[in-house]
């Protein structure tokens, strides 16, 4: 299976920072990135896939970089909404796994 | 508009089997495929498996002797039956739509595995 280690775990900004959460695959993984945000008693969110693709909805100020094992979901100018948890995930093979998530917190 | 909801009990007691329904709408089941993704509390996802467009199904080698995914189309409904549940298999679990990602998920449901 393909490991994906997301880092930090924890991180804490102020609305209108700018914030980067990487994500590193076990194995070259191509651009078979997905980037998801979840929110208590909400359904997960497809933010981005294929690595830098922005899926229809997404604020512009969100944006994925990134190809082969490390790869990266940047936030520009951070609003009150986006304060939640980010996971990554690769499509590349299966099972598809997850990295262990990014919680986004007020500082 | 596309939906999905899970359905099923909410405790479920240790050894015995679960059973979903993940219900859709807004779409076909012919034309996407659907996967089964389950998050122990305050933990990550999980992949469980998947019921591909075409029927074919795939599971995740560390459930697979435990786990059946099957579907019904006419119903619009894709079913889970994982047995010999134990207590880390509490949770939430979720289904969602796939196309390059997983565009659409359901809200999950909770399940709880207890005496």
């Known amino acids: 299976d393909v490991q994906m280690t997301q880092s930090p775990s924890n991180l804490a900004a102020s609305p209108g920072e700018s914030v980067s959460i990487n994500c590193k695959a076990s194995?070259?993984?191509?651009?078979?990135l997905a980037w998801y945000q979840q929110k208590p008693g909400k359904a997960n969110k497809l933010l981005i896939h294929?690595?830098?693709t922005l899926q229809s909805g997404t604020p512009s100020r969100f944006s994925g970089s990134g190809s082969g094992t490390d790869f990266t979901l940047s936030i520009n100018r951070v609003e009150s909404e986006d304060f939640s948890v980010y996971y990554c995930q690769q499509s590349y093979s299966l099972p598809w796994t997850f990295g262990g998530g990014t919680k986004l917190e007020l500082k | 508009q596309v939906q999905l909801t899970e359905s099923g009990p909410g405790l479920v007691h240790p050894s015995e089997t679960l059973s979903l329904t993940c219900t859709v709408s807004?779409?076909?089941?012919?034309?996407?495929?659907v996967y089964w993704v389950r998050q122990p509390s305050g933990k990550g996802l999980e992949w469980m498996g998947r019921?591909?467009?075409?029927?074919?199904?795939s599971y995740n080698s560390a459930l697979k002797s435990r786990l059946s995914i099957s579907r019904d189309t006419s119903k619009n409904q894709v079913f889970l039956k994982m047995n010999s549940l134990q207590t880390d298999d509490t949770g939430t679990y979720y289904c969602t739509r796939v196309l390059g990602g997983a565009d659409y998920w359901g809200q999950g449901v909770m399940v709880t595995v207890s005496s």
């Open positions: 807004g779409f076909s089941l012919t034309g996407y495929s």
């Open positions: 019921m591909r467009y075409n029927g074919d199904t």
């Open positions: 294929s690595g830098s």
């Open positions: 194995k070259s993984i191509s651009k078979y």
